[in-house]
């Protein structure tokens, strides 16, 4: 009976946290929205009003169909619950049309879309071993992982300020990660291939699933020494795999090969017409790239080594621009990007290959694998960082080396999502729930492992520190001084290139985490 009204309390506190993250997201239906919104309404007039061989064709506004026919197919189904909120709203010709009605819709798709997050997030923390027992509910690893997914500061913002759908497509990611650890390996790999074909970003972390699959499922069995048993191979579980995989693929992409629009759908999904880095600079290795070709260009004109005349006047003026041309450094293709992600994935892949750990092994090499995609690809968005920051909320728990990159990761990752709302009204939001967010995280996580030596060391903690001065000059002092009438972009390039510093740093620091890691010998009979 004890154990039953434990288990009914449990799931009390989650449906709390549920129900009340819930309740701030209505909250936030009339804040500031991005062109995101404009995107998505027009994908939901696209998918209602036109035959499928022009779904992918149409292009009447700017924002075309660019994502996978899953997703395309969810608008469609979306469409035909607007049309009772706003029938103008799917009028294709309606460019940037919004009514309190559709604003209402788009935002309500959103929350209730994000059940699947919730009930995602539930399983995590089902998958959480209680090795830890603690009195308090709030000292639970699984309470502490729940809030940390649930009420995660830059899915709130991106999604239901900002404007997107990522809740449910973390939902999918995260469920496909709950079954791998639960050993439902085929359920896993289904939802993981459903998810490809729903947003093809994820294809960055796609390795991590390939290698796993390969050593844990294929594979059926490990020498004593943990190496792996080459006779244990299962032709049946890779069959399994591989029907999974056409099956889905075949669903999605099968009626465009059929009408033989399979290049024009490929050539939507990668357009990499578009510049090296997004709009404004993802924190990342190629924006201290673009920074130091701007130091450079300076450097090279003040002492007279570059000539005025020749360097493309955008480099220097507009700032962070789409087509960035880099003028002393070497200008980067789409394949420099392509071979510098391979190489910085190929170690996080071979330790998986290697060096197995079950499932915590998975979450490190996943982790790694979108870290660097988001560190080396080529038009990286800000905000594929919470590719990284979320599935790592997973190992933060369990262990207090990863929790204190956890906070590193995080803390500087949300930062770097401010520019995003720039609107004044978000100010105190976007702050707030940062700080909540980050105070939390940060509380919990020194409580849950206080036995042990400190999360972070005097030099990790001056670095973040530092955000709230960088906040203050940004946010305060710069929009007063004169500079921003000739420099408009310094906020921006400060906050994309000290968040690019921490962003490397906790990316370096995991890989020396995971390449000297000793296996245990328990470890390595599992």
């Known amino acids: 009976q004890g154990a039953r009204a434990m288990a009914a309390g449990g799931r009390g506190w989650f449906r709390a946290l549920a129900l009340g993250v819930s309740f701030l997201k209505c909250l936030l239906i009339p804040a500031y929205y991005s062109t995101d919104f404009e995107v998505h309404r027009n994908w939901l007039a696209i998918t209602h009003n036109l035959p499928l061989s022009q779904w992918y064709y149409e292009a009447t506004s700017e924002w075309t169909l660019d994502y996978p026919p899953f997703f395309a197919w969810f608008e469609y189904a979306l469409s035909h619950i607007a049309k009772y909120f706003d029938p103008q709203m799917l009028v294709v010709e309606n460019l940037n049309y919004t009514s309190r009605a559709t604003v209402i819709f788009q935002r309500l798709s959103v929350i209730f879309t994000d059940t699947l997050f919730i009930y995602a997030v539930h399983e995590c923390c089902r998958c959480i071993n209680g090795k830890r027992a603690a009195k308090d509910i709030l000292e639970k690893p699984a309470f502490i992982l729940a809030v940390l997914l649930l009420w995660n500061f830059g899915l709130l913002i991106v999604d239901h300020i900002h404007f997107q759908y990522n809740g449910f497509l ?138 005025d005349k020749k360097i ?82 997973l190992l933060s728990i369990q262990r ?79 929009p007063l001084t004169t500079w921003k009438q000739h420099f408009p972009f310094v906020p921006l390039l400060l906050t994309s290139v000290y968040c690019a510093l921490g962003i490397t740093y906790a990316w370096l620091k995991l890989y020396v985490s995971v390449l000297t890691e000793r296996i245990s010998v328990r470890q390595k009979a599992e």
């Open 400 to 478: 207090a080396k990863d929790a204190g990159i956890y906070l590193i990761l995080a803390t500087t990752g949300h930062f770097s999502l401010f520019p995003l709302l720039f609107t004044p009204p978000e100010l105190p939001i976007k702050i707030l729930l940062m700080l909540l967010f980050t105070v939390y995280s940060f509380s919990s996580l020194k409580s849950l492992f206080r036995r042990e030596k400190p999360l972070l060391n005097w030099l990790e903690t001056i670095y973040l520190i530092q955000l709230v001065p960088l906040e203050i000059f940004c946010e305060i002092i710069f």
């Open 312 to 393: 493309p006047k955008a480099s220097m003026t507009g700032g962070l621009v789409q087509e960035f041309q880099h003028t002393v450094l070497p200008s980067v293709t789409p394949l420099a990007t392509l071979i510098c992600t391979f190489i910085a994935i190929l170690p996080s892949v071979f330790c998986l290959w290697f060096k197995p750990q079950g499932p915590r092994g998975f979450l490190q090499c996943l982790v790694l694998c979108a870290l660097s995609s988001f560190m080396f690809g080529w038009h990286v968005h800000e905000k594929a960082i919470l590719l990284a920051i979320l599935p790592l909320s």
């Open 170 to 307: 973390f939902g999918l990611m995260l469920l496909s990660v709950a079954r791998l650890c639960q050993k439902r390996y085929l359920e896993g790999a289904l939802f993981f291939a459903v998810l490809l074909h729903f947003k093809h970003i994820y294809m960055y972390v796609a390795p991590a699933y390939g290698i796993y699959l390969l050593r844990s499922y294929c594979f059926t069995a490990n020498n004593a020494d943990g190496s792996l048993k080459w006779r244990s191979f299962s032709f049946l579980h890779v069959t399994l795999l591989g029907l999974i995989v056409c099956l889905v693929s075949a669903l999605s992409l099968g009626p465009f090969l059929v009408l033989g629009q399979l290049p024009q759908v490929i050539s939507r999904l990668f357009p990499f017409k578009r510049g090296l880095c997004h709009a404004y600079w993802a924190p990342n290795f190629w924006a201290l790239y673009n920074a130091m070709d701007k130091a450079l260009t300076i450097l090279g004109l003040k002492c007279n080594f570059l000539d």
